[in-house]
């Protein structure tokens, strides 16, 4: 089980990134697949996941600004991140739970079993 996250960079207030997370070694539309990050001295924090069944959730600090979806041909999944703030600077990685029932998909740290090396967004003018 491996996971490349990517696509972060450097974007001005209010501009957009779309993340990817690519995965390899296992079918991805069977695990559901999480969105965490970390900024400097804080702690990593939830923000979004998309279950087995294509069912999604978001955080409510970037609810309304950003859309998670899955490309299961492409082993894929994006994080399309607008309106960005630079609250929203941080490492951003993608996780996957391989217990994960059908419907639902965890918000916790502690619900994911494998994790991809993170990719930088630093939102800053």
């Known amino acids: 089980v491996q996971l490349q996250a990517s696509g972060g960079g450097l974007v001005e207030p209010g501009g957009s990134l779309r993340l990817s997370c690519a995965a390899s070694?296992?079918?991805?539309?069977?695990?559901?697949i999480g969105w965490f990050r970390q900024a400097p001295e804080k702690e990593r924090e939830w923000v979004s996941c998309?279950?087995?069944?294509?069912?999604?959730r978001y955080a409510d600090t970037m609810k309304g600004r950003i859309t998670i979806s899955r490309d299961n041909p492409k082993k894929t999944v994006y994080l399309q991140m607008n309106s960005l703030k630079p609250e929203d600077t941080a490492v951003y990685y993608c996780?996957?739970?391989?217990?994960?029932?059908?419907?639902?998909?965890?918000?916790?740290?502690?619900?994911?079993?494998?994790w991809g090396q993170g990719t930088l967004v630093t939102v800053s003018s």
């Open positions: 996780a996957v739970d391989r217990n994960a029932i059908l419907i639902w998909c965890p918000d916790a740290t502690g619900g994911y079993d494998d």
């Open positions: 070694g296992f079918t991805l539309n069977r695990y559901a």
């Open positions: 998309i279950a087995r069944n294509g069912n999604t």
